[in-house]
């Protein structure tokens, strides 16, 4: 009977910890601006998180802000989540600005870590700045948005409201001090045992974290999403849009090459997948394209490079104007527009002087080519006579008698006759 009850007390204990092996607690790393990818990116691990039975979403936050449209997918995609969602924003040094406040203040539970700030969440318009009526309503929307979420999750309002009204930041202890923020957490460590046994109100219910022996499984964004995430930076976006147009740019120069247009057009695909989650001034992006059309037609026109000079000036101009935002994360960096700009200009610089110079090049072929060659005369030459020219015999005339054996020049070229001159 003692050894029945041993078994059973050892089957519960194994069940037991073999419960506490298999709770998970799913850490997502942000650490980027805001986009539609990483939004896609939460969204989808927030489904895999319920799905496998997760006890906790953790979301480590270091962001300067992002899209409006893009923050407003995670804050629905947390709000409409089953599992618990924890926005910390670490490690000591980092932000949650613009949006990524809006997000903290969305979370279950918010937490930062000492030497962090949360704060300047007004809104900020991308490319062409509205007038003041728009920019009066677009931060009277956004105050009324974060007010209710700061409502349901019990946090501050006032607060709330003065980060987007008045961009205000602050540190993580005054955060806390102002209800903005749940709890200040050294790592996390030290997190995970503040979260231990803590209640919070899901959809008008009570839930007790119980996290003890849970494992923390990290969050890995796909292939695709790597790739889509790096792209919608400002820097790749432009150079991906440089090297289309100039794929495209060999294609149209050497029709069925193939593999430049190829490339080009991918790259170009790319860029304007970029453009969506960017402040897009076309105003540039057709002055870039002017600069393309203008280096095309510096190869079919003799114009001395004054066309090459217009079409340095439209890209540099395009260049500085195709992202306009007061964000430098928004912002294409002066070092790559002038390195893009400058290896630009060099190449079509080289492709014009060697353009140039196959048209001053004397014809080496054809009748253009014969003239100012030099010869012998194989017999005396005045109205008539033979010279060797270029390996050939020819019948010559000259303005003056020639002796044989001396050397000649062509003058000009008549049929198959060559008049000469003595050298």
């Not at 930076?233 to 289309?244: H, I, S």
Request: glycine letters at 8%.
């Amino acid at each position: 009977m003692r050894f029945l009850l041993t078994l059973v007390i050892g089957l519960c204990l194994y069940s037991a910890l073999q419960a506490a092996e298999q709770a998970r607690i799913r850490v997502v790393g942000i650490h980027d601006p805001i986009t539609p990818v990483i939004a896609r990116f939460l969204h989808r691990t927030l489904d895999d998180a319920a799905r496998q039975g997760d006890k906790l979403v953790l979301v480590e936050l270091d962001t300067p802000g992002g899209l409006d449209t893009a923050m407003r997918d995670i804050v629905k995609d947390i709000f409409a989540s089953p599992v618990p969602v924890v926005v910390y924003v670490a490690p000591s040094g980092a932000r949650a600005a613009s949006a990524g406040a809006i997000i903290t203040l969305a979370a279950d539970v918010a937490a930062m870590a000492p030497g962090t700030n949360i704060g300047a969440a007004h809104p900020v318009s991308l490319g062409e700045k509205p007038d003041k009526t728009m920019e009066e309503k677009v931060v009277n929307d956004a105050e009324a948005y974060v007010e209710g979420i700061a409502r349901k999750r019990g946090r501050d309002e006032t607060l709330a409201k003065r980060m987007v009204r008045e961009s205000i930041s602050m540190s993580a202890e005054k955060a806390l001090e102002g209800r903005v923020i749940d709890l200040v957490a050294r790592d996390r460590a030290d997190l995970l045992q503040q979260l231990e046994g803590r209640r919070i109100t899901r959809d008008g219910r009570e839930v007790v974290l119980r996290l003890t022996g849970a494992v923390a499984v990290p969050a890995e964004m796909r292939g695709v999403e790597r790739i889509l995430n790096a792209i919608s930076n400002p820097n790749v976006a432009y150079v991906l849009m440089m090297l289309g147009i100039m794929g495209l740019f060999f294609e149209l120069s050497n029709p069925g090459v193939i593999l430049p247009g190829v490339i080009g057009g991918i790259c170009l695909i790319l860029a304007f997948f970029a453009f969506q989650t960017l402040p897009v001034n076309y105003a540039g992006v057709l002055l870039i394209l002017l600069a393309l059309i203008l280096f095309i037609a510096e190869i079919k026109i003799v114009s001395h490079g004054m066309l090459t000079v217009g079409g340095v000036v439209a890209m540099l101009l395009g260049s500085l104007l195709m992202f306009e935002s007061s964000e430098p994360y928004m912002r294409v960096s002066w070092s790559v527009i002038l390195v893009t700009v400058l290896a630009t200009a060099a190449f079509f610089a080289f492709v014009v002087a060697k353009a140039l110079a196959v048209h001053r090049r004397r014809p080496t072929t054809g009748r253009e080519g014969l003239l100012g060659e030099q010869g012998r005369a194989e017999s005396e030459v005045s109205e008539e006579g033979k010279v060797f020219v270029n390996g050939e015999y020819w019948d010559a005339w000259s303005d003056e008698p020639i002796a044989a054996g001396t050397k000649v020049v062509v003058e000009a070229v008549e049929g198959m006759r060559l008049k000469v001159k003595r050298i």
